[in-house]
């Protein structure tokens, strides 16, 4: 049954419900709410549009006893943006039931009006990670009582750097509380952040329309030697080069073919075991961030990467074995999209795609591919750029500052603010390509944290 009178809701939200005009629970709905009503602990693959504020919203609102001046759910989402789209979310579930108070607490805006308004605690408070964790160490927020706590967009948090904060908040409340995590997608870091937070949680995942199951083409395209930098920089150009992964068999062809592709007008950066540590991080900070769009990189040296869900996957030579092939293919079409995996070979390298043919037990898919001389310099740049601060954890920097310095005194709107990656003594931050000269002037013409700090764009 999806009708929402099956569940044993107050008569005040089953009116809000019908006001809103929701007729049937959505799917995401339909299996979470009777979970969390039980007051189970639950994590629920769900992206925007799913329904998902409003089944945690009736979830936190139902336990909510109004009579109690305490606060008593507390939402955590990752932007300023999001976090008032649930406030007014939650305020229209809530609007059969009188005097429930919900306040916002967002990074970015001014404390002062804050604390004022928090002479008595609301019921609810809805908030991004780094400005709630300093409430409640300041004891302007009283964490005691808090009986739900909601991760909205948990993935998007912890790509922001959220983590710690979150950690410190839960440190900070209730120790029995209810925890309901919400993620679009389930990297390992949202595993083992349910693992830490949630007891026995039962988990839900939408399961996608069976046209948009996870897939991976793989395509074999046959190529002359001196013609394998021109079809890859065809392949690459257009949508799906914009975030590709491309493997070479040898570390010399890996800066070979970056340096070429720079030269051809692509993001494009090399990722090798030769390399500092901090180059290194620096290329897999840039490449997740969406400031790098091609990564050129060696089987051992792409381990350290953390990405799988890629639109595209090529390798620029034959891997030596079909398991390394394997795993060089399983880095796209995840996530409910498909992936491209394309493979390069040449007439020397026929053998080794041989004996991928024969693990695969059917014929390798050959296509065709033109390749055209190339004319000029196509322009491929990823869509950000980052900037990287002279300052990091051991300054007790955190992504809050950045994000606040950037959306308050820069004048930066939070969407176009990217993954933020603290480091012990440097972080990293991605900004809109097009912003990201405007987003370098304020931020070395401000203040950040209160201090002037280094900071420069990464090429
Ligand atoms: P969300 O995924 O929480 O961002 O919600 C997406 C939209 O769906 C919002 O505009 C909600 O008001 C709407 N919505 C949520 N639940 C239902 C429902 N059961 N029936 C129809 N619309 C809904």
Redesign the pocket.
């Known amino acids: 049954m999806t009708d929402?009178n099956t569940l044993a809701l107050k008569p005040a939200l089953l009116a809000s419900?019908e006001t809103?005009?929701?007729?049937?629970?959505?799917p995401?709905?339909a299996q979470s709410l009777p979970a969390m009503l039980e007051g189970r602990d639950v994590i629920a693959q769900?992206?925007?549009?799913?329904?998902?504020?409003?089944?945690f919203g009736l979830s936190l609102l139902q336990s909510l006893s109004v009579e109690t001046i305490r606060l008593q759910a507390l939402v955590l989402c990752p932007t300023r943006e999001l976090a008032d789209?649930?406030s007014k979310?939650i305020r229209?579930l809530a609007a059969n039931i009188p005097n429930v108070k919900l306040l916002t607490l967002c990074g970015g805006m001014p404390l002062g009006p804050q604390l004022a308004s928090l002479t008595h605690d609301p019921h609810i408070v809805v908030g991004t990670p780094g400005r709630v964790q300093e409430h409640l160490k300041r004891g302007s927020l009283h964490g005691g009582g808090i009986k739900v706590l909601v991760l909205d967009e948990a993935d998007r948090m912890l790509d922001m750097g959220f983590s710690e904060a979150i950690d410190d908040i839960v440190g900070r409340i209730a120790k029995h509380h209810q925890t309901l995590l919400f993620s679009a997608t389930y990297p390992d870091d949202i595993r083992e952040a349910s693992r830490r937070m949630q007891r026995n949680p039962v988990e839900i995942i939408i399961e996608a329309p069976v046209d948009t199951k996870p897939a991976i083409e793989q395509q074999f395209i046959d190529v002359e030697p001196a013609r394998k930098l021109d079809a890859l920089a065809q392949l690459l150009t257009g949508e799906r080069g914009q975030h590709a992964l491309v493997f070479c068999n040898m570390r010399r062809d890996v800066d070979a073919v970056a340096e070429e592709l720079d030269r051809r007008g692509f993001s494009a950066l090399a990722l090798h075991g030769d390399m500092e540590q901090r180059d290194r991080d620096e290329v897999l900070v840039q490449f997740a961030n969406r400031s790098c769009a091609v990564l050129i990189a060696t089987d051992v040296a792409a381990r350290g990467l953390d990405i799988t869900a890629l639109p595209l996957v090529i390798s620029y030579d034959v891997a030596h074995d079909p398991d390394t092939h394997t795993h060089r293919i399983g880095r796209t079409g995840r996530a409910g999209q498909t992936g491209l995996a394309i493979t390069l070979c040449t007439p020397r390298e026929k053998p080794k795609a041989e004996n991928i043919e024969q693990i695969l037990g059917r014929p390798l898919p050959w296509h065709p591919l033109k390749v055209s001389s190339p004319r000029g310099k196509t322009l491929n740049l990823a869509p950000m750029k980052t900037l990287v601060i002279d300052a990091g954890r051991q300054d007790k920097l955190r992504p809050g500052d950045i994000l606040g310095a950037l959306t308050g005194d820069a004048g930066l709107k939070a969407d176009d603010v990217g993954k933020i990656d603290v480091f012990a003594t440097r972080a990293y931050v991605a900004i809109t390509r097009s912003l990201a000269n405007k987003a370098l002037e304020r931020l070395r013409a401000g203040k950040i944290k209160g201090r002037n700090l280094r900071v420069r764009a990464l090429h």
Request: hydrophobic share 45%; net charge positive.
């Open positions: 929402f419900v809103l005009g929701y007729g049937a629970m959505t995401i709905q769900a992206q925007t549009g799913s329904g998902k504020t409003a089944a789209q649930v979310a229209k």
